[in-house]
Nanobody
Framework: QLVESGGGVVQAGDSLRLSCAAS????????MAWFRQAPGNEIESVAA????????YFADSVKGRFTISRDNDKKTMVLQMNSAKPEDTAVYYC??????????????????WGQGIQVTVSS
């Protein structure tokens, strides 16, 4: 099970920190990622991190503003959103893979998804 937290409403230029916690004793997430879906839009990749955290992926729209990290001992992942923009407004989903080790922005590489959390950036 994946649970996202940290969403909310912020103003443009502010920062926001999203967390994802994985539960389950036998569940070891390999690659982990964040996706988002804005109203009327397709779901899109935001960022991903490899199993050991050595490799990351960022969508062009968030490069230089967002960072991603993980703690395998705690089975958690964090998306640090800096310099937020109104276009970052979306429902953000945490996703994990049981087969892919490397960071990937491909939705098909992930087989476990959280319920999503709303992020609203006001102008």
């Amino acid at each position: 099970q994946l649970v996202e937290s940290g969403g909310g409403v912020v103003q443009a230029g502010d920062s926001l920190r999203l967390s994802c916690a994985a539960s389950g004793r036998s569940f070891t997430p390999l690659a982990m990622a964040w996706f988002r879906q804005a109203p009327g839009n397709e779901i899109e990749s935001v960022a991903a991190i490899s199993f050991m955290g050595a490799n990351t992926y960022f969508a062009d729209s968030v490069k230089g503003r967002f960072t991603i990290s993980r703690d395998n001992d705690k089975k958690t992942m964090v998306l640090q959103m800096n310099s937020a923009k109104p276009e970052d407004t979306a429902v953000y989903y945490c996703a994990t893979s049981r087969t892919t080790i490397n960071a990937s922005g491909s939705r098909g590489g992930y087989d476990n998804w959280g319920q999503g959390i709303q992020v609203t950036v006001s102008s």
